[in-house]
């Protein structure tokens, strides 16, 4: 029996998408040893994976979660090469243990990457989003560049200082060659469209677009009767939901109970704990505020999906050919809602991308426009028809399974 140890970043966005994988590895009869913070132990345990959990104190989905709300891409950069220092060395401890026949990683565990270096196995990258090269980025405006550099620019030290003693202490040929974000491997799996990814030339033939890989079997959730109610009216559902890991400020939520609140639909509001429902007040009539919700679930009723626009999200509304309105909280996902907006599926409000808040006519407008233009859903059904074909996880675990092949 082959034997492939995983490195997971712990992070729902990037966990969630690997499990099908996991899955249907072991379907293959592949035995899957998979570590990352304690809090998934449930979601990998019932993949069929054994579970391991990275040492307390290392990295965790709070410390993703933080980083990723100070609004600096480095500050993830240096959290990972953090943990990095005290996760290698864990790591090839293990891979002396278990001896598996591979590593996998996710696209940004550094430390997964190095460890399969390390130890001279073949490496496996699960991507959770296409690659960003410099063509898209000359499409950032000046005003969002000038953010994008005030909010990064003070983290370049403790990168660079990060790096340094993870060079310092392991070698410079264990670091991942440049560009180091996303890391990629003998075999890399892109769970996403082919046709999401822009001409990229560190795109080559180990790299295997087999679209998304959601767990669309899973059972749904119980819900409490004030949201199964809300749910079942007979109103098309807008569903309004940033994603795990950037915090929506009250004063987008409460334009969206403004501009919202007379709109003939139910609104559905995800706002996460940050602010968490209480502080935002009373809710229009049509409008249901939640923490979080079963988003795959809800999304089966939903008519338009208004979003951050990262990847996971994305997919789930288009495998439920749901028009989406993005509002994009990073650059890679102006990327993404910008593909599909030219697909016809997506309307896109950037102002974000340069601090500025959504303008309430403007989020008015584009939730009307998915709502009551046939077009976007039409797109949106079109989409959804052809994101099965590249195979999904089982497309992703038969490559895995060839790598395995070769290697033995």
Same mark, same amino acid.
């Given at each position: 029996?082959?034997?492939?140890?995983? *490195? %997971?970043?712990?992070?729902?966005?990037?966990?969630?998408?690997?499990?099908?994988?996991?899955?249907?590895?072991?379907?293959?009869?592949?035995?899957?040893?998979?570590?990352?913070?304690?809090?998934?132990?449930? =979601?990998?345990?019932?993949?069929?994976?054994?579970?391991?959990?990275?040492?307390?104190?290392?990295?965790?989905?709070?410390?993703?979660?933080?980083?990723?709300?100070?609004?600096?891409?480095?500050?993830?950069?240096?959290?990972?090469?953090?943990?990095?220092?005290?996760?290698?060395?864990?790591?090839?401890?293990?891979? !002396?243990?278990?001896?598996?026949?591979? @590593?996998?990683?996710?696209?940004?565990?550094?430390?997964?990457?190095?460890?399969?270096?390390?130890?001279?196995?073949?490496?496996?990258?699960?991507?959770?989003?296409?690659?960003?090269?410099?063509?898209?980025?000359?499409?950032?405006?000046?005003?969002?560049?000038?953010?994008?550099?005030?909010?990064?620019?003070?983290?370049?030290?403790?990168?660079?200082?990060?790096?340094?003693? @993870?060079?310092?202490?392991?070698?410079?040929?264990?670091?991942? =060659?440049?560009?180091?974000?996303?890391?990629?491997?003998? @075999?890399?799996?892109?769970?996403?469209?082919?046709?999401? &990814?822009?001409?990229?030339?560190?795109?080559?033939?180990?790299?295997?677009?087999?679209?998304?890989?959601?767990?669309?079997?899973?059972?749904?959730?119980?819900?409490?009767?004030?949201?199964?109610?809300?749910?079942?009216?007979?109103?098309?559902?807008?569903?309004?939901?940033? %994603?795990?890991?950037?915090? $929506?400020?009250?004063?987008?939520?409460?334009?969206?109970?403004?501009?919202?609140?007379?709109?003939?639909?139910?609104?559905?509001?995800?706002?996460?704990?940050?602010?968490?429902?209480?502080?935002? %007040?009373?809710?229009?009539?049509?409008?249901?505020?939640?923490?979080?919700?079963? &988003?795959?679930?809800?999304?089966?009723?939903?008519?338009?999906?208004?979003?951050?626009? $990262?990847?996971?999200?994305?997919?789930?509304?288009?495998?439920? %050919?749901? =028009?989406?309105?993005?509002?994009? &909280?990073?650059?890679? &996902?102006?990327?993404?809602? !910008?593909?599909?907006?030219?697909?016809?599926?997506?309307? @896109?409000?950037?102002?974000?991308?340069?601090?500025?808040?959504?303008?309430? *006519?403007?989020?008015?407008?584009?939730?009307?426009?998915?709502?009551?233009?046939?077009?976007?859903?039409?797109?949106?059904?079109?989409?959804?028809?052809?994101?099965?074909?590249?195979?999904? *996880?089982?497309?992703?675990?038969?490559?895995?399974?060839?790598?395995?092949?070769?290697?033995?």
């Amino acid at each position: 029996m082959s034997r492939v140890v995983m *490195a %997971g970043m712990p992070a729902a966005g990037h966990v969630n998408p690997s499990l099908p994988v996991v899955r249907a590895l072991v379907d293959h009869g592949v035995q899957v040893i998979y570590y990352t913070a304690e809090e998934f132990r449930g =979601p990998v345990e019932r993949a069929g994976a054994r579970f391991h959990p990275y040492p307390a104190g290392t990295i965790s989905a709070a410390d993703i979660a933080e980083a990723t709300r100070s609004g600096s891409p480095l500050r993830v950069v240096t959290r990972i090469l953090t943990a990095t220092e005290s996760l290698l060395p864990f790591l090839l401890a293990e891979l !002396r243990a278990e001896r598996p026949d591979a @590593v996998a990683f996710d696209s940004n565990a550094v430390w997964g990457r190095m460890a399969a270096t390390g130890a001279r196995l073949p490496g496996i990258s699960l991507m959770t989003t296409m690659m960003v090269g410099s063509r898209e980025l000359r499409s950032m405006t000046i005003r969002e560049g000038l953010h994008f550099a005030r909010a990064a620019v003070p983290d370049v030290p403790a990168v660079r200082a990060a790096k340094r003693r @993870v060079v310092r202490r392991f070698g410079e040929e264990l670091f991942p =060659p440049r560009p180091t974000f996303p890391i990629r491997g003998e @075999v890399t799996i892109f769970p996403i469209p082919r046709w999401m &990814q822009p001409p990229n030339p560190l795109v080559d033939e180990r790299c295997h677009f087999v679209g998304p890989t959601l767990d669309t079997e899973a059972r749904d959730e119980e819900l409490d009767s004030e949201l199964a109610a809300h749910l079942d009216a007979p109103e098309p559902l807008v569903l309004v939901s940033l %994603g795990t890991l950037h915090a $929506g400020a009250d004063e987008f939520f409460r334009t969206c109970f403004e501009v919202l609140a007379d709109l003939p639909a139910r609104v559905l509001l995800s706002v996460g704990s940050h602010p968490g429902p209480a502080r935002l %007040g009373r809710p229009p009539a049509n409008t249901l505020v939640r923490a979080s919700v079963p &988003q795959l679930q809800v999304l089966r009723r939903t008519a338009v999906f208004v979003t951050h626009g $990262g990847m996971n999200s994305v997919l789930e509304g288009l495998v439920n %050919g749901v =028009p989406l309105v993005v509002l994009p &909280q990073q650059f890679e &996902q102006l990327v993404i809602g !910008r593909a599909v907006a030219d697909r016809g599926a997506a309307v @896109v409000l950037r102002h974000n991308l340069s601090n500025r808040p959504v303008p309430p *006519a403007a989020l008015r407008a584009a939730v009307e426009q998915a709502l009551t233009d046939p077009a976007h859903r039409t797109s949106a059904r079109a989409l959804a028809a052809t994101l099965s074909a590249d195979g999904g *996880a089982a497309a992703g675990a038969a490559a895995i399974c060839e790598l395995l092949g070769r290697s033995s």
